[in-house]
C-alpha cells in the first residue's frame, strides 16, 4: 500500500540499496586496510628512527652568567625556556650554546651588561613550560626567549593542547613586564634519520604547530621568529658540519644559524631593533593567520602583533608585521683557544 502509484518496483530498489550497501563496505574495509598498512609502515620508520637517533647523554654545557660584565649599568636580563634545542643540546662548549649567543649579541649591540638563566629542559614538552617560567619570574626577566615544539610533534601531543601550554607562559610572563620571542616549531621532516613518508607527515604536523603558535603568541603579545627548515637545505649540503654528534641536533654552526636569525627580533622586541624605511619583498602587514601560514613555510620569518589605521584588527582578524629575518651574519664556528665571546654573531643587525 505504502508503494502505490510507485513507478519503480520494490525489489529492483531494495536490490541496488543491497549493492551501494555492499560496495560502500568493501570500500571501507580497502579504506581501512590501507590505513592500517601505512601506519604500519610509519610505526615502522619510527621504531627505525628511534634507534638511528641516539639518546640524550651527557646534559649540555650551562649558559648562565653575565655577558659584557664590565659594562657599566645595571644588565639586562634574558631567560632561555623549552626544551633541547633552547638548552643547545648538541654542543660542548658554553660560548656555542644559543644563550651565550644571544647574550653576546645582546650586549654588542646594546653596549649593556646581559645576565642569563637558563631553565630549557632536554626531553621537554610544551605542557613543562610552566615550571620554568615560574623559576623564570623569580628572576625578574625583561626578555625571554622559548624553543619548544619538537618533542610535542614526535608524541602526538595535539596541537591545541600544546598551544594551550605555550600561550599561558607567554601571557603569563607578558603580564609581568617580560617581552617574549618564540622560536616555533622547527620542521623535523629536515631531520635525516626520519625516512619518508614519515618525513613527509613530519613536515606537515610540523608546519601545522608552527602556524598555530605563531597565531597564539601573536595575540598573547608576543613575537614569533619561524625556525622550520632553517638548517635544512645547509644540513642536507653538509650534514657532517650541520648536525650535532647524535644526526638529531643541530651543531654549533646550526645553533650559531638559530640565534642569527632570531637575536634581530630580540632587539625588536625590547625596542632596540632596525629601522628600515623600506620593506623588502616579500615583507608587509598581513592579517595574522595568513602571516602565520607564510612563516610557517619560510624559516627566519618574524611574524609580531601591528596596527592599521589605528586598529589593531580587521576582516580576518589581528593584524601582523611580517619581516624576513634568517642567515644575517652567521660568521664561522670559533676554534678552540678563542675568546670566549663568540665573533659568530658579528654583523647582525
Known amino acids: 500500500m505504502g508503494v502505490a502509484g510507485s513507478v519503480v518496483p520494490p525489489g529492483p530498489r531494495w536490490h541496488r540499496a543491497r549493492q551501494v550497501a555492499r560496495l560502500a563496505a568493501i570500500g571501507t574495509a580497502a579504506t581501512a586496510a590501507a590505513v592500517a598498512a601505512t601506519g604500519g609502515v610509519l610505526l615502522g620508520q619510527a621504531r627505525q628512527a628511534r634507534r638511528t637517533i641516539p639518546m640524550a647523554q651527557a646534559p649540555p654545557p650551562r649558559c648562565d652568567g653575565v655577558y659584557g660584565a664590565k659594562i657599566p649599568g645595571p644588565p639586562l636580563t634574558m631567560v632561555i625556556l623549552g626544551d633541547s634545542s633552547a638548552a643547545s643540546y648538541g654542543v660542548a662548549r658554553r660560548r656555542e650554546t644559543l644563550g651565550s649567543l644571544l647574550a653576546t649579541g645582546l650586549s654588542r649591540r646594546l653596549h649593556r651588561a646581559v645576565r642569563v638563566h637558563r631553565f630549557a629542559v632536554v626531553?621537554?614538552?610544551?605542557?613543562?613550560?610552566?615550571?620554568?617560567?615560574?623559576?623564570?619570574?623569580?628572576?625578574?626577566?625583561?626578555?625571554?626567549?622559548?624553543?619548544?615544539g619538537g618533542n610535542d610533534i614526535t608524541n602526538r601531543t595535539p596541537y591545541s593542547v600544546a598551544v594551550r601550554h605555550l600561550v599561558d607562559a607567554v601571557r603569563t610572563l607578558r603580564a609581568a613586564g617580560c617581552e617574549v620571542v618564540v622560536g616555533t616549531c622547527p620542521d623535523l621532516g629536515a631531520i635525516r634519520p626520519i625516512q619518508p613518508p614519515l618525513r613527509w607527515l613530519a613536515r606537515r604536523w610540523s608546519r601545522q604547530l608552527a602556524t598555530a603558535q605563531t597565531v597564539a603568541v601573536v595575540e598573547a603579545g608576543g613575537w614569533t621568529v619561524s625556525l622550520g627548515d632553517l638548517l635544512g637545505p645547509r644540513f642536507a649540503a653538509e650534514p657532517t658540519r650541520m648536525f650535532a654528534w647524535d644526526r638529531f641536533h643541530p651543531s654549533a654552526e646550526g645553533y650559531a644559524t638559530a640565534a642569527a636569525a632570531l637575536l634581530p627580533t630580540v632587539l625588536s622586541a625590547l625596542g632596540s631593533g632596525e629601522r628600515r624605511p623600506t620593506l623588502a619583498p616579500g615583507e608587509g602587514v598581513r592579517s595574522l593567520p595568513q602571516a602565520a601560514h607564510e612563516?610557517?613555510?619560510?624559516?627566519?620569518?618574524?611574524?609580531?602583533?601591528?596596527?592599521?589605521?589605528?586598529?589593531?584588527?580587521?576582516?580576518?582578524?589581528?593584524?601582523?608585521?611580517?619581516?624576513?629575518?634568517?642567515?644575517?651574519?652567521?660568521?664561522?664556528?670559533?676554534?678552540?683557544?678563542?675568546?670566549?665571546?663568540?665573533?659568530?654573531?658579528?654583523?647582525?643587525?
Open 123 to 148: 626531553g621537554a614538552l610544551s605542557a613543562g613550560l610552566r615550571p620554568q617560567v615560574e623559576a623564570a619570574l623569580e628572576c625578574a626577566p625583561d626578555v625571554a626567549v622559548i624553543l619548544v
Open 295 to 349: 612563516a610557517a613555510r619560510n624559516a627566519g620569518t618574524e611574524v609580531s602583533g601591528t596596527q592599521v589605521r589605528g586598529r589593531d584588527h580587521g576582516p580576518a582578524g589581528r593584524w601582523a608585521q611580517l619581516r624576513r629575518r634568517a642567515f644575517f651574519g652567521v660568521g664561522p664556528v670559533p676554534q678552540p683557544g678563542t675568546a670566549a665571546d663568540s665573533p659568530q654573531l658579528e654583523g647582525l643587525a
